[in-house]
């Protein structure tokens, strides 16, 4: 069973906007990761938040965590029509990573 | 540094055959994780080697099997094929594993069962 799961399940913005993605999970963890796939394509990393650390940047990427309320959000800014992908969080459960669905993300010319 | 390799890229067998798929990982990296991902179930986890002894073991039956060899390649293996068994099949390598380190992933194995 998926540990994280991601809101909404698809997205579609224009090129130059924000996007926003949201990941919850249900046990405690040590870090929780962001992935984009591109279709028919592996998975790349994009980000790792470790469970002490509350926001992490990374180029145009924007990563926050609440441990409290066993959440975290990927926000993309001035997206681009090449960030069209979808994009998975996972968390490190029982040793391995456990992902989530995904967001599929749309950004339109 | 040459990314994680899998192959073949596009399989396609017929019920109650069996198949072998193959990965090999990034130079260095002794963690190798292969994940089934279905539109249905999204991405699950099938199993980790590490130094050729499986560390972890998701939720599938015994049909699908792996090994590591001591140069980190891994194989794995699905027998006796069902419908459901199509899907892309991804494996991903890292350093030490276990959740706690980006993974680096191939571009998938995609076997379709007639």
């Known amino acids: 069973s998926q540990q994280g799961e991601e809101d909404p399940q698809a997205l579609s913005i224009q090129e130059g906007e924000n996007a926003t993605m949201n990941c919850s999970y249900k046990t405690s963890i040590n870090n929780l990761q962001w992935y984009r796939q591109n279709s028919g394509r592996g998975l790349v990393h994009l980000i790792l938040?470790?469970?002490?650390?509350r926001e992490k940047h990374s180029g145009r990427l924007r990563v926050t965590l609440d441990t409290s309320k066993k959440s975290s959000s990927l926000l993309i800014t001035a997206s681009r029509a090449a960030d069209t992908a979808s994009y998975f969080c996972a968390t490190d459960g029982s040793e391995k990573l456990v992902f989530g669905k995904g967001t599929k993300l749309t950004v339109n010319p | 540094k040459a990314g994680v390799t899998q192959t073949p890229r596009y399989l396609i067998k017929t019920r109650g055959q069996q198949v072998t798929l193959s990965c090999s990982p990034i130079s260095g990296h002794r963690s190798v994780s292969w994940y089934q991902q279905t539109p249905g179930q999204g991405l699950q986890f099938l199993f980790e080697y590490f130094s050729e002894t499986q560390r972890n073991k998701g939720n599938f039956p015994g049909r699908f099997s792996g090994r590591q060899f001591s140069n980190s390649r891994s194989e794995m293996n699905v027998s006796t094929l069902e419908l459901g068994d199509s899907a892309l099949y991804l494996c991903a390598s890292s350093l030490a594993g276990g959740g706690f380190q980006p993974q680096h992933f191939g571009d998938g194995t995609r076997l379709s069962i007639l």
């Open positions: 938040i470790r469970s002490n650390e």
